[in-house]
């Protein structure tokens, strides 16, 4: 299955270790394009809103209720894990988690 960017998919995270994002969840995929070996770049959702200042709430515009958590983004591959994709993103959330994304992994001089 070919999956793109801005697609919320329902996805195993397992295995994981620490404080990762765990367990079969919906995720956002951010790239278009899979990278080799058929991965995609994915930010968790959670139900668990904790509040930390890099979240991103879902609003009523999705049935996926939660918050996107850019800061646990993830390289992987959607077909070997069943990920199947149930909505997409409205443009200007996904282009917020982006944002959140670079700025996270700019050069700060």
Partial sequence: MTFHR???????????KGHEQK?????VVMNDIPLPGNI????????KNKTYPLEIELDSRTITQGVMLPFQIRAID????????????????????????????????
């Fill in 23 to 27: 367990n079969y969840r919906p995720a």
């Fill in 78 to 109: 959607l077909n070997s894990r069943n990920a199947k994709v149930i909505e997409v993103l409205p443009d200007d959330l996904l282009e917020i988690c982006a944002d959140y994304i670079k700025r996270a992994t700019e050069k700060i001089s």
């Fill in 40 to 47: 995609n770049l994915c930010v968790p959702i959670t139900t």
């Fill in 6 to 16: 801005g697609d919320i998919v329902k996805v195993d995270f397992n295995p994981t």
